[in-house]
């Protein structure tokens, strides 16, 4: 096991952003918590917010954002805390990113050793510093792989270096911004079994993907997020399998092993939303009550925001 400290609570997280001709909400009044040992996954449709989400804990935000709510970390806010705090004590060394794209972000002139050396550098004084070769296998990479360069690594292979870059610091959360995207069944797999391991060493994940299948497989708790809210939170198996929010009902009956029928329409734009409930355009379900949003409420730890739940 490792030795994790750790617990975040998120409260009444929102992220605005100002265009100049409009302002786009991107998440708004999120709240959940992630402790060691838990892995959390965040699903709902493209551009629903949850990439802005981890970029807000982490502070990646862009100068055009305006955040308000609490994150925190122990006795520090994320929100407010500066970048200098956040550089020092919590990117990597508490919270490690495995961003979006990840080949993306590796710089491309340097072999992934390289790239791994210099974050262990970083976040590692050298009388306690673990090699890279041993971070790598954390990741699933063998010595050999680090010597690739950013263009010699397939999709899977790129994953890994950046899993690789995220652990250095032994962080207790990983957040994995859809890490099964562009993967093939195999890798699919071999990287849910990480997952499982980081979370079984005593690791929080937050797990960001469009997969339900493979939330699934390693959540214990699965958030669904529609047009910036959380509209239904539960356990993994619960949310899943006896869905209460019809959008989360859409999700599961468009799976290919399911009835594979869409959920018509598109997801809202985000800087034209109703006052009531965002879903309702698409929803079989809606009432007059729709026009007043729902609450997210809880009963035996499963929480729904609808007025007519499934
Ligand atoms: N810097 C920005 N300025 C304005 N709008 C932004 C900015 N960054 C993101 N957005 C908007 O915020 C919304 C949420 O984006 P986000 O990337 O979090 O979606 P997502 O749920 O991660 O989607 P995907 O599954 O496609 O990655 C989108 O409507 C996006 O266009
Ligand atoms: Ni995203």
Same mark, same amino acid.
């Given at each position: 096991?490792?030795?994790?400290?750790?617990?975040?609570?998120?409260?009444?997280?929102?992220?605005?952003?100002?265009?100049?001709?409009?302002?786009?909400?991107?998440?708004?009044?999120?709240?959940?918590?992630?402790?060691?040992?838990?892995?959390?996954?965040?699903?709902g449709e493209s551009?629903?917010?949850?990439?802005?989400?981890?970029?807000?804990?982490?502070?990646?935000?862009?100068?055009?954002?305006?955040?308000?709510?609490?994150?925190?970390?122990?006795?520090?806010?994320?929100?407010?805390?500066?970048?200098?705090?956040?550089?020092?004590?919590?990117?990597?060394?508490?919270? %490690?990113?495995?961003?979006?794209?990840?080949?993306?972000?590796?710089?491309?002139?340097?072999?992934?050793?390289?790239?791994?050396?210099?974050?262990?550098?970083?976040?590692?004084?050298?009388?306690?510093?673990?090699?890279?070769?041993?971070?790598?296998?954390?990741?699933?990479?063998?010595?050999?792989?680090?010597?690739?360069?950013?263009?010699?690594?397939?999709? #899977?292979?790129?994953?890994?270096?950046?899993?690789?870059?995220?652990?250095? %610091?032994?962080?207790?959360?990983?957040?994995?911004?859809?890490?099964?995207?562009?993967?093939?069944?195999?890798?699919?797999?071999?990287?849910?079994?990480?997952?499982?391991?980081?979370?079984?060493?005593?690791?929080?994940?937050?797990?960001?993907?469009?997969?339900?299948?493979?939330?699934?497989?390693?959540?214990?708790?699965?958030?669904?997020?529609?047009?910036?809210?959380?509209?239904?939170?539960?356990?993994?198996?619960?949310?899943?399998?006896?869905?209460?929010?019809?959008?989360t009902r859409g999700?599961?009956?468009?799976?290919?092993?399911?009835?594979?029928?869409?959920?018509?329409?598109?997801?809202?734009?985000?800087?034209?939303?109703?006052? #009531?409930?965002?879903?309702?355009?698409?929803?079989?379900?809606?009432?007059?009550?729709?026009?007043?949003?729902?609450?997210?409420?809880?009963?035996?730890?499963?929480?729904?925001?609808?007025?007519?739940?499934?």
């Amino acid at each position: 096991m490792v030795s994790v400290t750790g617990n975040l609570a998120v409260d009444s997280l929102s992220v605005r952003f100002t265009l100049p001709d409009a302002r786009v909400s991107a998440v708004s009044d999120v709240s959940f918590s992630v402790s060691p040992g838990e892995c959390l996954a965040l699903v709902g449709e493209s551009g629903c917010g949850k990439s802005v989400l981890a970029s807000a804990l982490l502070g990646f935000l862009p100068g055009n954002a305006e955040v308000a709510g609490t994150a925190m970390l122990g006795s520090l806010d994320l929100l407010s805390a500066s970048d200098q705090v956040l550089s020092q004590q919590v990117r990597g060394r508490q919270i %490690g990113l495995v961003p979006q794209s990840p080949a993306a972000h590796l710089t491309p002139v340097r072999t992934a050793r390289a790239q791994l050396d210099e974050a262990l550098r970083f976040l590692h004084p050298a009388s306690e510093r673990p090699s890279a070769d041993s971070v790598a296998a954390r990741a699933g990479l063998k010595p050999a792989d680090l010597d690739l360069y950013p263009h010699q690594l397939s999709g #899977g292979m790129a994953q890994r270096v950046a899993t690789a870059l995220a652990l250095a %610091g032994d962080p207790w959360l990983i957040i994995a911004d859809e890490p099964t995207t562009g993967l093939d069944r195999a890798l699919v797999d071999a990287l849910i079994d990480e997952l499982r391991v980081l979370v079984a060493d005593g690791r929080a994940v937050l797990l960001i993907t469009h997969d339900l299948s493979a939330a699934r497989r390693v959540a214990d708790r699965i958030a669904v997020m529609y047009a910036g809210r959380f509209v239904e939170v539960g356990p993994a198996e619960e949310v899943l399998d006896a869905p209460r929010h019809p959008y989360t009902r859409g999700l599961v009956d468009s799976l290919p092993d399911r009835a594979f029928t869409p959920i018509p329409g598109l997801p809202p734009v985000l800087t034209d939303l109703p006052p #009531g409930c965002a879903f309702t355009p698409r929803c079989d379900r809606v009432t007059d009550e729709c026009a007043d949003r729902p609450q997210l409420t809880r009963v035996n730890g499963h929480a729904v925001a609808c007025h007519q739940p499934c």
